[in-house]
């Protein structure tokens, strides 16, 4: 089946500086990935939806200066949460389509901690 | 504005219970699905759901697709505790975004 690997699955980085998370789909071709944001006991909050080789297209509220997205590949998507604060502690995961069918396979998810 | 309106976001019942997951809409989704998810870790999916009027069945789980395609309803028969976790729908547009409920939060008791 379609998987997705999520990196690093923990982060803990200091106020002010930024993170990477990659998202790979293994053994398809994702022409479409999406990454969420999860508070604590919440649902999955959709940020951004990106397309291969264009920009992405981010939600109402998110800020695309902060949360930098790249989909330079078929299989590689990666956020980048630039100048991080406390506030941006969360758990983010991404989300992979491909180009056949409806499915939407999920990444393990990224525990991003701002100290 | 939520999207996707999920009942009851939290559940706790003993085992071997019934219970039932609603997930409403207002808008037409083309499919939904419904995921199981564990802390720390990221949404597994359990069925799509893409007919007016479907129902699915996953060993003691039953999964119902609206008529309307605008809403979903997910039973549990004879619930144990290794049913508890965290119940999300997420419906779809075409190949456009999935947008999730608010989630279901089950707990079942020895």
């Known amino acids: 089946g379609a998987v997705v690997s999520q990196h690093p699955s923990r982060v803990i980085c200091k106020s002010g500086t930024s993170v990477k998370i990659e998202c790979r789909s293994l053994?398809?071709?994702?022409?479409?990935m999406f990454w969420y944001r999860q508070f604590p006991k919440q649902s999955l909050m959709l940020m951004a939806t990106?397309?291969?080789?264009?920009?992405?297209?981010?939600e109402q509220g998110v800020e695309k200066d902060k949360f930098l997205i790249n989909h330079a590949s078929l299989t590689l998507s990666t956020l980048t949460v630039t100048s991080a604060h406390p506030e941006d502690s969360s758990f983010y995961i991404c989300?992979?389509?491909?180009?056949?069918?409806?499915?939407?396979?999920f990444g393990s998810g990224t525990r991003l901690t701002v100290v | 504005t939520q999207l996707l309106e999920q009942s009851p976001q939290f559940l706790s019942i003993q085992e071997g219970e019934n219970l039932t997951v609603y997930c409403n809409s207002s808008?037409?989704?083309?499919?939904l699905q419904w995921y199981r998810q564990e802390p720390g870790e990221g949404p597994v999916l359990l069925v799509t759901?893409?007919?007016?009027?479907e129902v699915k069945k996953l060993k003691r789980l039953t999964f119902q697709f609206g008529d309307a395609r605008k809403d979903s309803s997910l039973h549990i028969t004879a619930a144990q505790p290794g049913d508890t976790g965290l119940y999300l729908c997420?419906?779809?547009?075409?190949?456009?975004?999935?947008?999730f409920g608010q989630g279901t939060r089950l707990t079942i008791n020895p």
């Open positions: 989300s992979a389509r491909g180009q056949e069918g409806y499915g939407y396979t």
């Open positions: 053994d398809f071709q994702a022409t479409t």
């Open positions: 990106s397309n291969e080789g264009s920009k992405a297209t981010y």
């Open positions: 808008s037409v989704f083309s499919s």
């Open positions: 759901v893409v007919t007016g009027g």
């Open positions: 997420a419906g779809a547009k075409g190949a456009q975004k999935l947008v």
